[in-house]
Nanobody, 119 residues
Framework: VQLQASGGGLVQPGGSLRLSCVASGSIFRINTMAWYRHPDGKPRELVAE???????NYVNSVKGRFTIARDDAKNAVYLQMNSLEPEDTALYYC??????????????WGQGTLVTVSS
């Protein structure tokens, strides 16, 4: 299984970016999908997650600005980021709990995509 993330880049404060992550390979079912970020010199943190049922959870600092969504037909998860702040600058990773069968599976991570918010 591979998770391919894309969509990072340089944006001015107040701007928007949309991150995408597509899973491929031996996939029977994808449970929770999530975005994490790792700012330089700080610990990695969970940004947002979405269950297979569509329930979402966000870190407080992005509530009202970021929206996570998924498209199960495409095995994809997205992160719409609006009103970006310099503090959002980080390497963003997607992650997913992927089942290969009812009883076999694991957690998988994509490569990071860099988001830089700067004027």
């Amino acid at each position: 299984v591979q998770l391919q993330a894309s969509g990072g880049g340089l944006v001015q404060p107040g701007g928007s970016l949309r991150l995408s992550c597509v899973a491929s390979g031996s996939i029977f079912r994808i449970n929770t999908m999530a975005w994490y970020r790792h700012p330089d010199g700080k610990p990695r943190e969970l940004v947002a997650e979405i269950t297979k049922e569509g329930r979402t959870n966000y870190v407080n600092s992005v509530k009202g600005r970021f929206t996570i969504a998924r498209d199960d037909a495409k095995n994809a998860v997205y992160l719409q980021m609006n009103s970006l702040e310099p503090e959002d600058t980080a390497l963003y990773y997607c992650a997913a709990d992927i089942r290969h069968s009812d009883f076999v599976g694991g957690s998988y991570w994509g490569q990071g995509t860099l988001v830089t918010v700067s004027s």
